[in-house]
């Protein structure tokens, strides 16, 4: 058995995994890289494989940088299976059309740039159609199902407790007289998510590929987390400012809205009291047309939560509805948010802060003291939203310069991946222990200090693999065959370099504007000017020194 690995390797977006066993070449994941430009870029690849050889697909739910680029491959060619959960079906007949959307606006902003410049246009990565037709091949399977993809693999999606429907797939491959077992664990939820049941702790396998987004953190735990939440939104709402959380459509936002409902059975001292009495006299908006229909799709599917909120939901009370929810679908009723007077709380997608409505409410609320950006969820590099995190002091919205005056808050505790905590549990779990561990979606930083802590603890061998990567893991040592044809990972390069030399092109323009703007003024002292000078200089070395 062979695996490539073509995305998520050393970073957490574009999960993409070529399998070779018995015969059969199938993938685990196809999802958008997502991030800076750099990243972005790594879309339009051609795939490092023909499309029309792949037998079937695994998918492990839904986020789109695990499944956005399902449509690319179904453009390519590919009519096999992709085989997921139904709940994982039902949010990608909303998610990938979504998506295909913002391909195509993105585009067009993009096209009417390079005509400015002279320079021809280019299509979308996929469009809303070419998404709505890839939604033929999708293939529902149950939770705990033995399901024979081919007469010598089999495949068992259980619970990963990360978002609804997603899971962690056993693989198990007949090749002659042996039989060998693979486990993806996709994205691992910690076992305190709100809504959703923990995830499934599995017995045994002979080689696992695991997340370690949280590898080297840990979470704060429920009680601490809603402490913070609750009192991070009165004090804002106290001093008269408005509460912004960047949420991902699918996930965080549903979690939000169980936590929102849910603050009212904490501990109810007098202090507590009158922050709750301020919470529920507070609008929270819901400001996401795609958020709106996933929340629908939670309520079709609350099957999967977990039995505490079975119960509530028996009883009467709906964990994803209460008094003051509000649900904004036009873009008219978006733009009306940013215009009112009294406080109030604004849940928007994207988590990251890269499209969608949310870069409007941070244009309008940024630069005020009194307002709060409260993030709940995981900030890739290069992303606005990691860029607010870091510290930076402005930023570029709209091609605006924006001041970020306000508070920033990050709750990590609202996370759906597993912190370093439940990343080991997942290990220990393990009955038969494994041969080998491989660790994919995961920051460098992250996934070194957890490799090390499961060699220590555990005593497994553990590989990181880079993009292009091809493991053989089908004897009892893990090792690396090779790498991608020169060309493959030559392309790879190419991209990244043009999209430096892109980013750069627009850090200078927005240099020349600050420089004639807000640096070179009647005040600026004449040390100062020759200090710029020379740093220029050396940059213009630096250029010219490329060149030759």
């Known amino acids: 058995m062979k695996i490539t690995f073509l ?15 018995a015969g059969k070449k199938f993938l685990v994941d196809c999802g958008l890289f997502q991030g800076n430009a750099k990243e972005e870029d790594k879309n339009y690849d051609e795939f490092a494989f023909n499309a029309n050889e792949i037998d079937f697909m695994l998918l492990t739910h839904a986020h789109i940088d695990h499944s956005g680029r399902i ?20 949010l990608c007949k909303i998610m990938l059309p979504d998506s295909g959307h913002i391909q195509e606006m993105e585009v067009e902003w993009r096209n009417r740039k390079r005509k400015r410049e002279g320079k021809l246009g280019f299509p979308p990565l996929y469009t809303a159609e070419d998404a709505i037709n890839s939604l033929e091949i999708f293939k529902p399977v149950n939770y705990s199902e033995l399901v024979d993809v081919d007469e010598n693999i089999t495949v068992r999606y259980n619970d990963a407790g990360h978002m609804l429907g997603s899971a962690i797939i056993e693989v198990w491959v007949r090749e002659g007289e042996k039989e060998e077992k693979i486990v993806f664990t996709g994205d691992l939820g910690n ?12 017995d045994s396998a002979d080689y696992i590929v695991m997340e370690s987004t949280y590898g080297n953190r840990l979470h704060l735990r429920n009680d601490d987390k809603a402490e913070i939440f609750l009192d991070t939104i009165y004090d804002t709402i106290k001093n008269g400012g408005n509460v912004i959380i960047p949420s991902f459509a699918v996930g965080r936002t549903q979690e939000i809205l169980y936590e929102l409902n849910k603050i009212k059975d904490c501990t109810k ?12 006299e507070t609008s929270v908006y819901v400001d996401s047309p795609l958020a709106i229909s996933a929340t629908e799709i939670f ?26 929810l509000k649900f904004t679908r036009t873009a008219e ?38 307002n709060t950006i409260l993030f709940v969820g995981y900030q890739a590099p290069g992303t606005l939203g990691r860029r607010i995190i870091d510290g930076e002091k402005k930023v570029k919205i709209f091609g605006e310069e924006i001041a970020v005056n306000a508070r920033i808050e990050y709750i990590e505790g609202y996370s759906g991946h597993a912190d370093q905590e439940w990343l080991m549990n997942f290990v220990y779990s393990f ?14 930083e992250a996934q070194q200090e957890l490799k090390g802590l499961i060699q220590e603890k555990v005593g497994i061998p553990v590989s990181i693999p880079k993009y ?23 392309r790879v390069q190419k991209t990244e370099i043009i999209s430096k030399v892109k980013m750069l092109r627009e850090e200078m323009r927005d240099m020349e504007d600050m420089l004639k703007s807000e640096i070179l003024t009647d005040e600026t002292k004449d040390d100062e000017i020759n200090s710029i000078n020379l740093k220029l200089k050396e940059i213009e070395q630096i250029i010219v020194s490329i060149i030759e």
């Open 7 to 21: 995305g998520a390797s050393e970073g957490v977006t574009g999960s993409n995994f070529l399998v070779e066993a």
């Open 71 to 90: 449509p690319k491959l179904y453009i390519d060619g590919y009519r096999g299976p992709v085989y997921a959960t139904k709940a994982t079906c039902d």
């Open 191 to 202: 076992n305190d998510i709100p809504l959703l049941a923990s995830p499934t702790m599995i």
């Open 269 to 280: 001292d007098e202090s507590f009291i009158n922050k709750y009495r301020l919470l529920m």
């Open 299 to 324: 309520k079709q599917n609350d099957d999967l939560f977990d039995d505490d909120v079975k119960a509530e939901i028996e009883g009467g009370d709906n964990p994803l509805d209460f008094d003051g």
């Open 333 to 370: 009723e978006s733009k009306a948010l940013n215009e009112m007077k009294e406080p109030s709380i604004i849940i928007s997608a994207s988590g990251m802060c890269d499209v969608g409505r949310i870069k409007h409410h941070l244009k309008h609320n940024l630069w005020n003291s009194k």
């Open 431 to 444: 009955h038969n222990k494994p041969k080998h561990i491989i660790l994919v979606h995961g920051e460098k």
């Open 468 to 490: 292009g990567e091809i493991y053989n893991v089908s004897d009892e040592r893990v090792y690396v065959e090779g790498r991608l044809e020169l060309e493959s990972v030559r």
